[in-house]
C-alpha cells in the first residue's frame, strides 16, 4: 500500500512556463512534506519543505502548495528552466522516516 | 548540509556473492538510512542505523541479508548478501543532522547489477 503517490511518471514544459509536479498522499498523521531533486548518477538533493500546519511555502522560484483536506501537495517552479530537468521525489515524514514517492522526471525544453 | 561519499559507486556482481558498501560523512550525525531504489520505483528506507546500537530494519529487510554496522558517528556499511538478481537496485545511504526538520542529505548511490 503506497502511502505516498506521483500519479504522473513524467512532465514536459517548455522554457519560461511554469511547472506543476503533484502528490498524493494518504496517512493524515505526515507532519512534514519535502521535494528532493534527482540528477541522474546523484543522490536526490533536498529542495524545499512544508509543515503540516501551513498551506504555502515559497523559496526563490519554487513554491509548495498543501491542500489537508484533499491529501495533496504541489511544487511550482516558475519559471522554469533547462537545469530544472530531472527527476523530482515528493516524500513525507513519518516519526523520522521518509516515505518516498515514485518520482516524477521533469523535462524543460527551449 | 553534510557531505557524503559512497564506494563503490557501481558494482556487477555474480548471484550468490556478497557486496559490502561503505557510506562516509564529513561530519558527526546520529542519525543514518539506507535505501534502495529498484529501476522505476521509489526510493525503500532499508534500515536505520544508529551508532551504538542494533540497526532498526524495515518491514521486508532483515539482518541476514543486509547487514549494517555503524562504528562511529561518521561511517557506515551495508553489505548485500548471497546476492540475486532481483537486488539490482541503486542503494543509497541518506543522514540526517538534525538542524532542519526532516531534511536528510542523499549520499551519491552505489549502482548494483547482479548477473
Known amino acids: 500500500d503506497q502511502q505516498v503517490k506521483q500519479n504522473s511518471p513524467s512532465l514536459s514544459v517548455q522554457e519560461g512556463r511554469i511547472s506543476i509536479l503533484n502528490c498524493d498522499y494518504t496517512?493524515?498523521?505526515?507532519?512534514?512534506f519535502l521535494w528532493y531533486k534527482k540528477y541522474p548518477a546523484e543522490g536526490p538533493t533536498f529542495l524545499i519543505s512544508?509543515?503540516?500546519?501551513?498551506d504555502k511555502n515559497e523559496d526563490g522560484r519554487f513554491t509548495v502548495f498543501l491542500n489537508k483536506s484533499a491529501k495533496h501537495l504541489s511544487l511550482h517552479i516558475v519559471p522554469s528552466q533547462p537545469g530544472d530537468s530531472a527527476v523530482y521525489f515528493c516524500?513525507?515524514?513519518?516519526?523520522?522516516?521518509?516515505?518516498f514517492g515514485t518520482g516524477t522526471r521533469l523535462q524543460v525544453f527551449p | 548540509s553534510a557531505v557524503i561519499s559512497q564506494k563503490p559507486s557501481r558494482d556487477i556482481c555474480q548471484r550468490g556473492t556478497s557486496l559490502t558498501i561503505q557510506c562516509q560523512v564529513d561530519?558527526?550525525?546520529?542519525?543514518m538510512f539506507w535505501y534502495r531504489q529498484q529501476p522505476g520505483q521509489s526510493l525503500t528506507l532499508i534500515a536505520t542505523?544508529?551508532?551504538?546500537?542494533?540497526?532498526?530494519?524495515e518491514s521486508g529487510f532483515v539482518i541476514d541479508k543486509f547487514p549494517i554496522s555503524r562504528p562511529n558517528l561518521t561511517f557506515s556499511t551495508l553489505t548485500v548478501s548471497n546476492m540475486s538478481p532481483e537486488d539490482s537496485s541503486i542503494y543509497l545511504c541518506s543522514v540526517y543532522t538534525g538542524i532542519a526538520a526532516y531534511e536528510q542529505y542523499f549520499g551519491p548511490g552505489t549502482r548494483l547489477t547482479v548477473t
Open positions: 516524500a513525507a515524514s513519518d516519526t523520522d522516516k521518509l516515505i
Open positions: 542505523a544508529n551508532q551504538g546500537s542494533e540497526a532498526t530494519y
Open positions: 561530519s558527526q550525525v546520529t542519525m
Open positions: 512544508i509543515s503540516s500546519i501551513k
Open positions: 496517512n493524515s498523521m505526515f507532519d512534514y
